[in-house]
């Protein structure tokens, strides 16, 4: 294609479509993961990172706390669940179109480095302001763990990585 296509053709242009579209066709489990997205996918499966501890959504173009993680940064600090992210280190990220990549890279980071943010908070007419350290955030694979009786028990798993074996090995002990 590249040598005889009557137009040209730059794969590398392409280069993603077409590593999708391959993927697609070998089963469902398969995907093609690009370069950028790479770091952020391995940190995931070490089962922690560092970086300020929220849960994230983009809603109508404006970063909002799904929930803190527990014993993290933010949730030391206070922040909560609905609380809307305006400024990232004085740099506005509000009605942007940002991408969660963007903010990842904006609140991940090297563990003791801080993060400056600024915060709407509903029924509060100011911003507040939160100087956030970052830290080791774990990602745990186990939910809940519970025994039904004596011989039956639940194990809740919501992932799979570096950490999962141990962390179902103790649970169910």
Do not use: W
Request: hydrophobic share 35%.
């Amino acid at each position: 294609i590249e040598g005889n296509y009557v137009d040209g053709f730059n794969v590398e242009e392409h280069e993603e479509e077409i590593l999708k579209s391959i993927m697609k066709e070998l089963d469902p489990h398969s995907i093609y993961i690009p370069k950028k997205e790479q770091t952020y996918l391995e940190e995931d499966m070490q089962g922690s990172f560092s970086g300020i501890g929220i849960q994230f959504n983009i809603i109508e173009d404006s970063i909002v706390v799904i929930a803190p993680i527990t014993g993290g940064p933010s949730d030391k600090l206070g922040i909560l669940s609905g609380d809307r992210i305006i400024e990232v280190n004085a740099e506005n990220v509000a009605n942007i179109n940002i991408e969660n990549e963007d903010v990842i890279k904006q609140l991940r980071g090297v563990k003791g480095t801080t993060v400056e943010v600024k915060i709407f908070r509903r029924n509060n007419p100011n911003l507040l302001d939160f100087s956030i350290k970052r830290d080791d955030i774990p990602i745990y694979s186990v939910d809940a763990s519970i025994m039904i009786n004596d011989v039956i028990g639940y194990i809740k798993l919501n992932r799979f990585s570096a950490t999962t074996f141990n962390e179902f090995s103790q649970a169910s002990s």
